[in-house]
């Protein structure tokens, strides 16, 4: 069996990018069970939430997760858009005890115009180094990411990369946000990242192509430190990395048997069940679940997102959403309906419905369909 040059250390992501999929909201319970079974599997670190700024509607993930395995062994992304957006986001971090953050900073042209405003790979570095720089002078270990790095040119990633580590940074992630790499083009973009000084390098795959997995391993093969997954594959685009795949490739392929593989039945049945994906989540471009989104920008850009359009394959794009409405996503479902309301007192009023009775499942149908309701109520 061919070792690996590095044994990878394990991150989970699946209490924040599984729970960020459309349509997905796990419970505090759900995620002190699962926090609980990832460290008992051997996982490093558990991802869980997400922080813009104040009031994180992920705040009862976060204190649920540290509850069950410590702040030490978790880690949860903050938004980076400007400086004083990035402020109020630390001190939300720190009011929930987070000490582990992983930056979530876009490094496409595409993705830096559409989110910071900018494509300048120059104001980019700059961003990234004071993002970096105040979570440091305030103690944080700091993982920071190139979102969309996968589609990220080799002169635009490597000075982008190389800056935020002279900033300080502990580890940097390589997100193919869209699946975009093979196996082979992925040794040679991670060997371009950890032939930087002091460089610690993870992989954070999707899985649109199928090939989370053997991006995953190739990346440790050309040096990468650390693999990002998620139980069962559940998360958005395609899914991630599947942890139980990645693991018992690690065992099969290279014979590394540090994980207790013992929990990764019940850890795929608690997910799914919090999930409410039934008894299997498939992954790739055919699912209900692969261009299925409950964010604005991905319905109004889904170009930036999407490894292939939906069509090309059959599909359809869709909004799927419970608790976590807001109006511009009514006025994306509503746009061509031939309904009109006044939005923002009628999102209140579905936001309020969905809490009492349950937060069932909404696509665009549903939301259109509630509309007349409210019209009539």
Known sequence: MPALPVPPHISDATLRDSAHMA????????????????????????????????GSKDADLVLATHEAVGSERSMTLVVVRDRQQVSKALDEAERLGVRHIMYSIPTSEQHAKLKLGSPSAKFLQTLAR????????????????????ARTPRERLVPYVTAGFEAGADRFRLAETVAYL???????????????????????????????????????????????ATVGGIGERGGNAPLAELLTSLRVVHGDTRFDLSHLTELSRIALTGARLGEAFQSGPTTPQAFAYELPGQLNHPEAYETLPAELVGNTREL?????????????????????VDVDAFTSWLVERQGR????????DAIRKAAVDFQAA
Do not use: C, Y
């Not at 371009?192 to 992989?203: G, H, K, M, P």
């Not at 419970?322 to 031939?338: E, I, Q």
């Open 320 to 340: 799927r959403v419970r608790s976590r409405l807001t109006p511009a996503l009514v006025t994306w479902a509503l746009d061509g309906s031939g309904v009109f």
């Open 130 to 149: 004071s993002a970096i720089t105040q979570a440091k002078e305030r103690g944080f270990h700091v993982t920071f990411s190139g979102e969309d790095g």
């Open 182 to 228: 093979s196996p082979w083009q992925m040794e040679k973009v991670i060997a371009d990242l950890t032939a930087i000084d002091r460089s610690e390098i993870e992989i954070h795959s999707h899985n649109m192509l199928g090939m989370a997995v053997a991006n995953s391993l190739a990346a440790v093969r050309a040096g990468a430190q650390w693999i990002s």
């Open 23 to 54: 349509g997905v909201e796990f419970g505090s319970r759900d995620a002190a069970a699962i926090a609980r079974l990832l460290v008992r599997t051997g996982v490093d670190l558990v991802e869980v939430g997400m922080v813009a700024g104040p």
């Open 357 to 364: 009775d349950g937060a069932p499942l909404l696509d665009r």
